[in-house]
């Protein structure tokens, strides 16, 4: 980038020394901290009680450490397994692909859906390079192979890329015959599940449409 040569030099982002510094730098690269949410964090830190911090800290490498993604349907567990998939009283016979594990939450939270899950680790985005390849999907086609599941709902996010994607697994699935179905519209359009109020969300779920493609 050129400088214009009547301005000064815009201010070095590394005005602090040492391990202050790093610490902003590291909450920097957070989801939606960016520089100055990370310099308001550290100094919080810095002024908070030692004791608060410290449990944080302890928090961040137990996570680390502790949490890993389910085998069967790749949602965050403690386990090799999450509870939902070890949990007998779930309905075997339905699967709802989502994005994320915070989807798999927030559909959780309306206790209306008692099938089980499936976590895709993201949306297909050319524009991002995520392609089919970069999901969890030959995962999903795997477990579509047991015939003991009859209906597939596809709950992407209600934006551009979450829409693909179910239209995508839509037709790779076509074959298998499964019913196919879409969380009614209601939620917010161009928006993320996991925003959508658990009203909402329980209306769409249940008003769910078959998906044709
Ligand atoms: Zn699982």
Same mark, same amino acid.
């Given at each position: 980038?050129?400088?214009?040569?009547?301005?000064?030099?815009?201010?070095?982002?590394?005005?602090?020394?040492? =391990?202050?510094?790093?610490?902003?730098? +590291?909450?920097?690269?957070?989801?939606?901290?960016?520089?100055?949410?990370?310099?308001?964090?550290?100094?919080?830190?810095?002024?908070?009680?030692?004791?608060?911090?410290?449990?944080?800290?302890?928090?961040?490498?137990?996570?680390?450490?502790?949490?890993?993604?389910?085998?069967?349907?790749?949602?965050?567990?403690?386990?090799?397994?999450?509870?939902?998939?070890?949990?007998?009283?779930?309905?075997?016979? =339905?699967?709802? =692909?989502?994005?994320?594990?915070?989807?798999?939450?927030?559909?959780?939270?309306?206790?209306?859906?008692?099938?089980?899950?499936?976590?895709?680790?993201?949306?297909?985005?050319?524009?991002?390079?995520?392609?089919? +390849?970069?999901?969890?999907?030959? +995962?999903?086609?795997?477990?579509?192979?047991?015939?003991?599941?009859?209906?597939?709902?596809?709950?992407?996010?209600?934006?551009? +890329?979450?829409?693909?994607?179910?239209?995508?697994?839509?037709?790779?699935?076509?074959?298998?015959?499964?019913?196919?179905?879409?969380?009614?519209? $209601?939620?917010?359009? $161009?928006?993320?599940?996991?925003?959508?109020?658990?009203?909402?969300?329980?209306?769409?779920?249940?008003?769910?449409?078959?998906?044709?493609?």
């Amino acid at each position: 980038m050129s400088q214009n040569p009547t301005r000064p030099s815009p201010v070095s982002t590394e005005v602090y020394e040492g =391990v202050v510094q790093d610490l902003i730098e +590291e909450l920097g690269q957070l989801p939606g901290v960016g520089p100055k949410g990370a310099q308001r964090i550290a100094f919080y830190l810095l002024t908070a009680d030692p004791q608060d911090v410290r449990k944080l800290a302890a928090t961040l490498i137990e996570v680390v450490e502790k949490v890993k993604f389910c085998r069967t349907c790749n949602n965050v567990s403690e386990a090799d397994e999450c509870r939902i998939c070890q949990d007998l009283r779930r309905d075997p016979s =339905v699967i709802c =692909v989502v994005e994320e594990p915070k989807d798999v939450a927030a559909i959780e939270k309306i206790r209306e859906y008692r099938g089980r899950y499936h976590v895709l680790g993201g949306a297909i985005s050319p524009m991002d390079g995520i392609g089919p +390849e970069d999901l969890k999907i030959a +995962e999903l086609m795997a477990r579509l192979a047991d015939d003991t599941i009859t209906e597939l709902i596809l709950a992407t996010d209600p934006n551009l +890329e979450g829409e693909a994607t179910a239209t995508y697994l839509a037709r790779l699935v076509k074959p298998i015959g499964l019913k196919v179905t879409r969380p009614a519209s $209601g939620l917010p359009v $161009g928006g993320e599940l996991e925003y959508a109020d658990e009203v909402t969300l329980g209306r769409a779920f249940e008003g769910r449409r078959v998906l044709n493609v």
